[in-house]
């Protein structure tokens, strides 16, 4: 009778080893015949078969998993995540058989998802691209900046439940981001490129498509992920979380700049003007003389309405570094936006002959407010000359003029920028 049993049973488990090998030998064939849907159908029937199986043929199961849900990359969302979490399973099985076969599509698929994050990123779908760096830092833990790459389009997104996570994450880790970027600038365009390392930065001047290459410090992100933390629970009206949140960063680097900043930013969300006032001063006092300082100073200053003190700030980032582009940019932001009361009066007036008058009084005064802002662009376009935003603002404020040669000038640098030319 014993025998019987352990005959019955080694029959059973044939059956099953031939069933395994007979869909996986299916989801192969359909994954070379690019039909993935097929191979996805194969897959999902040797599942319930693969618990029993031995480690080399788990491995290829993971794989072939992979591949059939990955679909070369043109897997649903739902899918895509699965096949990042299977092609782990089986490189977590250790079998050297098929390492080469893993790391191949490992990097594929790290491939697929950086240039769609970037390509999403470009085109500001921000919360789509931050699931794609998702799956990119999924694909290589080891690239925490794919992390931080998430987390920021998240909160983009306004995905601040997602981009929380990641956020504490990073700075449980004790993500800084800081160390070296390496910049080149594309003879094609003039415009200066970041590389991931000074290997590639390198093959592309020694081809000859780059020039001038450069190394640069990167600036720690530890304050941007403090505040970034802050802010969301604020978002969340959890205000002890986020003061709480503060404190410790804070209490473990109290002179650091960017930290300052950040809890003044906190506290000027918070209405806390004092507190927000005494800090704006404790770091004036840290650093009198620092123009990125000054220039923060005033982004912040503009952001809480004040604009009288964000001017005297970006006037004191200028008179620190005459070449200061972003600060010559915010003055005439400060400057244009006077123009909105006026608009808004204009569009406001009747057909009597005072309204009249009175509209004239007030292009002329919108036309003041032009000449005061074209030299300051005209200054922040000469520290960034392919800078299309901002000749695009020059171009409709001479259109608005009548300066039309000038209009037309412009017009003809944006096209010329676009075109690649």
């Known amino acids: 009778m014993k025998k019987?049993?352990?005959?019955?049973?080694?029959?059973?488990?044939?059956?099953?080893?031939?069933?395994?090998?007979?869909?996986?030998?299916?989801?192969?064939?359909?994954?070379?015949?690019?039909?993935?849907?097929?191979?996805?159908?194969?897959?999902?029937?040797?599942?319930?078969?693969?618990?029993?199986?031995?480690?080399?043929?788990?491995?290829?199961?993971?794989?072939?998993?992979?591949?059939?849900?990955?679909?070369?990359?043109?897997?649903?969302?739902?899918?895509?995540?699965?096949?990042v979490e299977s092609i782990a399973k089986a490189a977590s099985l250790?079998?050297?058989?098929?390492?080469?076969?893993?790391?191949?599509?490992?990097?594929?698929?790290?491939?697929?998802?950086?240039?769609?994050?970037?390509?999403?990123?470009?085109?500001?779908?921000?919360?789509?691209?931050?699931?794609?760096?998702?799956r990119a830092y999924k694909m290589s833990p080891k690239d925490t900046l794919y992390l931080y790459y998430a987390a920021s389009t998240a909160v983009n997104g306004q995905d601040y439940d997602r981009s929380l996570e990641f956020y504490e994450s990073l700075r449980d880790m004790g993500f800084t981001g800081a160390g070296i970027e390496y910049t080149?600038?594309?003879?094609?365009?003039?415009?200066?490129?970041?590389?991931?390392?000074?290997?590639?930065?390198?093959?592309?001047?020694?081809i000859g498509t780059h020039m001038s290459p450069k190394e640069k410090k990167k600036k720690t992100k530890s304050a941007e992920i403090i505040k970034n933390i802050a802010l969301i629970y604020l978002q969340n009206d959890e205000t002890e979380k986020a003061m709480t949140a503060m404190s410790e960063a804070r209490s473990a680097n109290p002179n650091d700049m960017g930290l300052i900043l950040t809890e003044a930013n906190v506290r000027l969300k918070m209405g806390e003007m004092d507190k927000f006032k005494a800090l704006m001063e404790e770091a004036t006092k840290m650093d009198p003389e620092n123009a990125e300082l000054q220039y923060n100073l005033g982004v912040i200053a503009a952001d809480s309405g004040d604009k009288k003190a964000a001017k005297a700030y970006y006037e004191k980032a200028i008179a620190l570094d005459?070449?200061?582009?972003?600060?010559?940019?915010?003055?005439?932001?400060?400057?244009?936006?006077?123009?909105?009361?006026?608009?808004?009066?204009?569009?406001?007036?009747?057909?009597?002959?005072?309204?009249?008058?009175?509209?004239?009084?007030?292009?002329?005064?919108?036309?003041?407010?032009?000449k005061q802002a074209i030299p300051i662009l005209q200054k922040s376009l000469s520290l960034s000359p392919k800078n299309?935003?901002?000749?695009?603002?020059?171009?409709?404020?001479?259109?608005?003029?009548?300066?039309?040669?000038?209009?037309?000038?412009?017009?003809?640098?944006?096209?010329?920028?676009q075109s690649g030319n």
Not at 52 to 64: G, H, Q, S, V
Not at 332 to 352: F, P, Y
């Open 4 to 83: 019987q049993v352990i005959v019955a049973l080694a029959l059973a488990i044939g059956l099953f080893s031939n069933a395994q090998k007979n869909e996986l030998k299916a989801a192969e064939k359909a994954i070379k015949s690019n039909n993935y849907a097929e191979a996805k159908s194969a897959i999902m029937s040797a599942e319930s078969l693969i618990g029993a199986a031995d480690d080399k043929t788990k491995a290829k199961f993971y794989i072939l998993k992979s591949k059939a849900l990955y679909a070369n990359g043109a897997g649903s969302n739902e899918d895509q995540d699965a096949a």
């Open 184 to 206: 080149a600038i594309n003879k094609e365009t003039g415009v200066e490129e970041t590389f991931d390392n000074r290997t590639l930065r390198d093959a592309q001047v020694t």
């Open 388 to 417: 299309t935003d901002i000749m695009q603002t020059l171009a409709n404020i001479y259109s608005s003029i009548g300066e039309t040669d000038k209009y037309k000038e412009m017009k003809a640098k944006i096209e010329s920028i």
């Open 322 to 370: 005459p070449n200061y582009g972003d600060a010559y940019t915010n003055m005439a932001v400060l400057i244009l936006d006077k123009e909105q009361a006026i608009v808004e009066e204009m569009n406001s007036l009747g057909t009597s002959a005072a309204d009249d008058k009175k509209y004239d009084e007030l292009r002329e005064k919108r036309k003041d407010i032009y």
């Open 94 to 134: 250790n079998n050297s058989k098929y390492k080469s076969d893993i790391e191949e599509l490992q990097i594929n698929m790290l491939n697929t998802f950086l240039t769609k994050a970037n390509s999403k990123l470009q085109s500001k779908q921000y919360k789509l691209s931050s699931f794609d760096f998702e």
